[in-house]
């Protein structure tokens, strides 16, 4: 089903029954009994099953926007910060130990995924993300209700404001659960990375004994071998890896308690301090609160940040991606000095084709996290005064370009690398017959009468080595010996005087 058509679900325990549907130009509410909810702007009637509220209702009915729910990373790690601030509340004794067990068991269930479904506010809203953190709070605070046994809705019990969302703001709460989701993403992409790259590192190593043309700018130009080929990519992908790695530093540092703009209003002196510790101990995250928590309610350049670590990466995909699509092209009337694994046929009208759908798939990949990019540093600059209203279309670009290149990173890998195969035939009459071969040959026979080989072969359409041996410039062992493996791929030279004739 295409995105913008895209169910959103609310589930019942144990179940999956669609509880809304988009279509028709907004979101159909499905069903025949209803609760009453109240807030600022009235009463709204809710679906009498579902474990999200009033505020979710309505962001439902203003934000029809993509069709797509919140990125569940950001859901699970809402969770965390949810169970971290019930558990700094119940340790200050701000809410009793019943009802504290019951909001902790729904922010941990929140946590681990089991409560996906039920925030189902668009990914992009109004609000700096306020339409998450009330989704988020409705639902722990009914999931905790029915863990007591009490009817959803009962509030005066469990208040999705005054016990979930006790001595927090979306402001604080929606950039440390940002942070933390898109830490733990960043680390699902280093162990793809780190993947990738072994399978490039595998096939250096397999094909290392494959001498071919290398090209600069399309051209022929000197020897040198798929392994070295191969090796290049490992290397570029070995950058990548590091820098993902080192970046996540820069996500460590929340604003956890500040709460509105960083002034820590409302919040007790004591929450502010421990809050983050909780945090820290729940997700296993080397988290720190914010020493200056106005700026850092304020900013979100730390995201631009990663978001550059993270173009880079997709330009190393797009380059590796592009090259292999041209090596394995033809593979009759192209390149074809690789084979990439076929992976299903290529056309509806040409019998026996088969795209480098793979590559394909990875590099666009590639460019929406491009895309991205710009998308966070303009959302990020439209920052102004104490906030920055744009943090949900930061998170749904910043998180969608981790989920990208993970997977991207996987099919890549899988799908791809893994089975790339050399044609060594074709790889030697290239090498045999292309100009290329002929600046191999000039420490020994001295670049005017390799020239004047490669004039010859041209114009006669005959191999290099054919027209070398032939003059007897080269005999066909050190012919061989010239465009080895060994030879092409060694740094330099080794230094000697070469005979004049």
């Known amino acids: 089903m295409p995105a913008r058509r895209r169910a959103f679900f609310a589930h019942r325990d144990g179940g999956n029954e669609p509880l809304i549907t988009a279509g028709g130009g907004g979101y159909n509410l499905r069903m025949s009994q209803y609760r009453r909810e109240e807030d600022l702007l009235g009463e709204v009637d809710v679906p009498a099953d579902v474990l999200y509220g009033v505020y979710t209702v309505r ?9 797509r729910a919140v990125n569940r990373g950001l859901v699970r790690a809402y969770g965390a910060v949810k169970l971290a601030c019930v558990r700094t509340n119940r340790e200050l004794g701000f809410i009793d130990d019943a009802r504290a067990a019951a909001i902790e068991q729904a922010c941990a269930e929140m946590a681990e995924g089991t409560l996906d ?4 506010v668009d990914a992009l809203q109004g609000g700096a993300g306020t339409s998450t953190n009330m989704n988020v709070n409705e639902v722990v605070a009914n999931r905790a209700l029915r863990i007591l046994g ?3 809705g009962d509030y005066a019990t469990i208040s999705p404001l005054d016990h979930v969302n006790l001595h927090q703001s979306t402001n604080d709460t929606y950039p440390t659960a940002l942070k933390v989701a898109a830490i733990k993403s960043l680390r699902n992409l280093e162990r793809e990375v780190v993947g990738l790259l072994e399978a490039f590192q595998a096939k250096e190593k397999e094909l290392g004994h494959v001498v071919k043309v290398g090209r600069t700018q399309y051209q022929d130009a000197v020897l040198t071998t798929l392994g070295r080929e191969m090796g290049a990519y490992a290397e570029a992908f070995g950058r990548d890896r590091w820098r993902i790695y080192k970046c996540e530093e820069r996500l460590r540092v929340v604003n956890l308690g ?6 820590g209003l409302a919040a007790p002196r004591q929450f502010i301090f421990r809050s983050t510790e909780h945090l820290r101990e729940i997700t296993g995250l080397g988290l720190a609160r914010a020493e200056n928590l106005v700026e850092a309610t304020q900013n979100t350049d730390a995201f631009v940040e990663v978001s550059g670590i993270l173009k880079a990466m997709a330009t190393n995909l797009l380059k590796v991606a592009t090259d292999l699509r ?4 033809g593979p009759d009337a192209g390149i074809g000095e690789i084979a990439l694994p076929a992976r299903q046929a290529g056309s509806s009208i040409m019998p026996g084709k088969v795209n480098p759908v793979i590559p394909e798939a990875v590099s666009q990949a590639a460019m929406v996290t491009m895309a991205n990019d710009q998308i ?3 959302a990020s600059s439209m920052g102004h005064l104490e906030l920055n ?12 370009s981790l989920d990208l290149l993970a997977n991207a990173s996987i099919i890549f890998r899988r799908l791809c690398v893994e089975g790339i195969a050399a044609d060594e035939q074709r790889c030697r009459r290239s090498v045999e017959n292309s100009t290329a071969a002929v600046t191999a040959l000039v420490e020994r026979i001295g670049y005017e009468v390799a ?4 004039q010859t072969a041209r114009r006669e359409n005959r191999g290099i080595r054919e027209v070398a041996v032939e003059r007897g410039v080269l005999s066909e062992q050190e012919f061989d010996e010239l465009v080895s493996p060994e030879h092409v791929t060694r740094l330099g030279s080794v230094m000697r005087k070469r005979e004049e004739p």
């Open 150 to 152: 009490k009817p959803l």
């Open 117 to 120: 479904a039920h925030v189902v």
């Open 376 to 378: 966070i540093a303009l």
């Open 258 to 263: 500040g709460t509105a703009i960083g002034t």
């Open 59 to 67: 962001a439902l009915e203003n934000f029809p926007l993509t069709g």
């Open 326 to 329: 041209f090596l394995s092209s």
């Open 451 to 454: 020239q004047s080989v490669a």
């Open 389 to 400: 209203a744009f943090v949900p279309l930061i998170a749904e670009a910043l998180l969608g």
